[in-house]
Protein backbone atom coordinates (compact mmCIF):
# COMPACT_ATOMS: atom_id res chain seq x y z
CA UNK A 1 0.00 0.00 0.00
CA UNK A 2 0.94 3.56 -1.14
CA UNK A 3 0.24 6.43 0.92
CA UNK A 4 2.20 9.61 1.48
CA UNK A 5 5.01 10.13 3.93
CA UNK A 6 5.54 13.40 6.56
CA UNK A 7 7.55 15.12 3.98
CA UNK A 8 4.71 15.16 1.33
CA UNK A 9 6.43 11.73 -0.76
CA UNK A 10 4.91 8.66 -1.68
CA UNK A 11 6.21 5.80 0.60
CA UNK A 12 5.60 2.23 1.03
CA UNK A 13 4.98 0.17 3.88
CA UNK A 14 8.02 -1.72 5.68
CA UNK A 15 8.58 -5.06 4.33
CA UNK A 16 7.93 -7.24 7.93
CA UNK A 17 10.87 -8.32 9.33
CA UNK A 18 12.77 -11.81 8.02
CA UNK A 19 11.39 -14.96 9.72
CA UNK A 20 13.58 -16.16 12.50
CA UNK A 21 16.21 -18.89 12.26
CA UNK A 22 16.01 -21.03 15.83
CA UNK A 23 19.47 -22.37 16.76
CA UNK A 24 20.17 -25.46 18.56
CA UNK A 25 22.77 -24.89 21.57
CA UNK A 26 26.52 -24.71 21.68
CA UNK A 27 28.25 -27.84 22.30
CA UNK A 28 29.78 -26.51 25.99
CA UNK A 29 33.62 -28.31 24.71
CA UNK A 30 33.90 -26.78 21.16
CA UNK A 31 31.51 -24.10 21.41
CA UNK A 32 30.24 -25.04 18.03
CA UNK A 33 26.24 -24.83 17.37
CA UNK A 34 25.02 -28.66 17.62
CA UNK A 35 22.91 -30.69 15.75
CA UNK A 36 19.94 -32.20 16.37
CA UNK A 37 18.00 -35.61 15.26
CA UNK A 38 14.91 -34.22 17.05
CA UNK A 39 15.19 -36.82 20.36
CA UNK A 40 18.39 -35.35 21.45
CA UNK A 41 21.21 -32.65 20.43
CA UNK A 42 24.12 -33.67 19.07
CA UNK A 43 27.66 -32.74 18.77
CA UNK A 44 29.42 -34.89 15.97
CA UNK A 45 32.73 -33.81 16.41
CA UNK A 46 32.91 -33.84 20.35
CA UNK A 47 30.78 -37.51 19.87
CA UNK A 48 28.13 -36.27 22.66
CA UNK A 49 24.50 -35.59 22.80
CA UNK A 50 22.16 -34.13 25.32
CA UNK A 51 18.74 -34.65 25.73
CA UNK A 52 16.07 -31.74 24.15
CA UNK A 53 16.02 -30.16 27.85
CA UNK A 54 19.68 -29.91 27.02
CA UNK A 55 20.47 -32.50 30.37
CA UNK A 56 21.52 -36.12 30.56
CA UNK A 57 24.76 -35.38 28.08
CA UNK A 58 26.32 -38.40 27.04
CA UNK A 59 28.99 -39.64 24.92
CA UNK A 60 28.47 -41.48 21.81
CA UNK A 61 30.49 -45.02 23.25
CA UNK A 62 29.28 -44.91 27.18
CA UNK A 63 31.78 -47.48 27.55
CA UNK A 64 34.88 -45.49 26.68
CA UNK A 65 37.19 -45.28 29.65
CA UNK A 66 38.59 -41.90 30.02
CA UNK A 67 42.28 -40.64 29.02
CA UNK A 68 43.78 -40.64 32.62
CA UNK A 69 46.06 -37.55 31.42
CA UNK A 70 45.35 -33.92 33.46
CA UNK A 71 47.68 -30.88 33.90
CA UNK A 72 47.73 -28.45 36.52
CA UNK A 73 47.82 -25.08 33.69
CA UNK A 74 48.75 -22.50 36.33
CA UNK A 75 51.24 -23.85 38.34
CA UNK A 76 54.98 -22.13 36.92
CA UNK A 77 57.23 -19.89 38.43
CA UNK A 78 56.23 -15.88 38.64
CA UNK A 79 52.28 -17.11 39.35
CA UNK A 80 51.72 -13.18 40.80
CA UNK A 81 49.95 -13.89 44.57
CA UNK A 82 46.59 -12.78 44.10
CA UNK A 83 46.63 -16.16 41.86
CA UNK A 84 48.31 -18.47 44.21
CA UNK A 85 44.75 -19.73 44.68
CA UNK A 86 44.58 -21.03 41.49
CA UNK A 87 47.99 -22.94 41.32
CA UNK A 88 46.82 -26.41 42.28
CA UNK A 89 43.40 -26.67 40.12
CA UNK A 90 43.72 -29.50 37.41
CA UNK A 91 42.47 -30.09 34.19
CA UNK A 92 41.80 -33.32 33.34
CA UNK A 93 41.99 -34.54 29.60
CA UNK A 94 38.28 -34.50 28.38
CA UNK A 95 38.80 -37.10 25.60
CA UNK A 96 38.73 -41.16 25.69
CA UNK A 97 41.42 -43.24 26.55
CA UNK A 98 44.22 -43.96 24.06
CA UNK A 99 42.63 -40.53 21.75
CA UNK A 100 45.36 -39.61 18.98
CA UNK A 101 46.59 -35.91 19.09
CA UNK A 102 46.46 -33.67 21.76
CA UNK A 103 44.95 -34.08 25.02
CA UNK A 104 42.41 -31.57 25.67
CA UNK A 105 40.45 -29.64 28.73
CA UNK A 106 36.70 -29.06 29.08
CA UNK A 107 37.71 -25.19 28.92
CA UNK A 108 37.80 -25.89 24.80
CA UNK A 109 40.97 -23.59 24.73
CA UNK A 110 43.69 -25.78 27.00
CA UNK A 111 45.00 -28.73 24.97
CA UNK A 112 48.63 -30.61 25.74
CA UNK A 113 50.69 -33.21 24.62
CA UNK A 114 52.47 -35.89 26.60
CA UNK A 115 56.08 -33.94 27.06
CA UNK A 116 54.14 -31.25 28.49
CA UNK A 117 55.51 -30.16 31.94
CA UNK A 118 52.44 -29.20 33.52
CA UNK A 119 50.96 -32.44 33.36
CA UNK A 120 50.60 -33.93 36.80
CA UNK A 121 52.74 -36.44 38.72
CA UNK A 122 49.63 -38.34 39.03
CA UNK A 123 48.78 -39.10 35.44
CA UNK A 124 52.22 -39.49 34.25
ZN1 LIG B 1 31.50 -30.20 20.60
ZN1 LIG C 1 43.94 -37.15 26.74
Redo the contacts with the bound molecule.
Sequence with gaps: MTRRNSAGRFATKRTPPEDLEFRCPDCPYCLTETGTDGDSFVCYECEASWSMDGRRGRWSDPDEL????AIKPFDRDGLSPEHESIRHVVE??????D?GG???AADYYQT?DDDDPRITKETK
Excluded: G, I, N, V
Excluded at 92 to 97: K, N, Q, T, V, Y
Design positions: ACPSRCLLADHKHKW
